[in-house]
């Protein structure tokens, strides 16, 4: 799955012009929800849980265009509880998102 690198910044510039800091304080929301959800999955022993969290990655990453991170919430969905493969594959992208 490959990365979309910029996109956080290129939809958050979109959405609020050249506001640095209120690009900075959506994309510290934006991180802290993404990982609320990784951690959710992590946690997740049931499918409703699981899918849920999936869901609401989703979700999120299609506010913001992110379609790899959408990709691989919706892969996440259909795996099973605690799948460690697509786990580490979404706290990969998170961290690349972080470093952006």
């Known amino acids: 799955m490959s990365y979309d690198p910029g996109a956080l910044n290129a939809a958050l510039a979109a959405a609020v012009g050249e506001d640095s800091r209120l690009i900075e304080d959506l994309r510290i929301a934006f991180m802290e929800s993404a990982e609320r959800q990784l951690d959710l999955l992590g946690r997740a022993r049931c499918d409703a849980n699981w899918q849920l969290a999936a869901w609401r990655l989703k979700g999120l990453a299609a506010s913001f265009g992110l379609t790899s991170l959408m990709a691989m919430a919706d892969e996440a969905a259909d795996a099973a509880p605690g799948d460690p493969r697509i ?12 470093r952006d």
Do not use: C, I, P
């Open 87 to 98: 786990l580490r594959l979404l706290r990969a992208s998170l961290s690349d998102l972080a």
